[in-house]
């Protein structure tokens, strides 16, 4: 079982910038995938950025320059910067692991999610 805990939300203004941690803990030996989503009121969760283990990220077009994410293997942790902050960012937060692999290396095929982390862009 994995555990994901994610930090970092808040208030912030217009501009301001804002970095997420995502904490992951359980019977982990690795984990391939590792992303951050985000699901405004009224709106569905939609995919912000994603990393594979020693492959490529990619952030999607609406916060492309603004946000950056990132990984620590060994800490089992995962961290999305974001940038220019806009009222439009405004959203509970998630992530979201896959690809786990437990530390007797079978491969979990569940996909695991944090609880969310609120974050409010707001003059």
């Known amino acids: 079982q994995v555990q994901l805990v994610e930090s970092g939300g808040g208030l912030v203004q217009p501009g301001g910038s804002l970095r997420l941690s995502c904490a992951a803990s359980?019977?982990?030996?690795?984990?391939?995938?590792m992303a951050w989503y985000r699901q405004a009121p009224g709106k569905g969760r939609e995919l912000v950025a994603y990393?594979?283990?020693?492959?490529?990220?990619l952030v999607v077009d609406s916060v492309k320059g603004r946000f950056t994410i990132s990984r620590d293997n060994a800490k089992r942790t995962c961290h999305l910067q974001m940038n220019n902050l806009k009222v439009e960012d405004t959203a509970v937060y998630y992530c979201?692991?896959?690809?786990?692999?437990?530390?007797?290396?079978?491969?979990?095929?569940?996909?695991?999610w944090g609880q969310g982390t609120q974050v409010t862009v707001s003059s």
């Open positions: 979201k692991a896959t690809g786990v692999r437990d530390a007797g290396f079978r491969v979990d095929p569940k996909d695991y």
């Open positions: 359980g019977s982990i030996f690795s984990i391939n995938n």
């Open positions: 990393s594979t283990a020693g492959g490529p990220t």
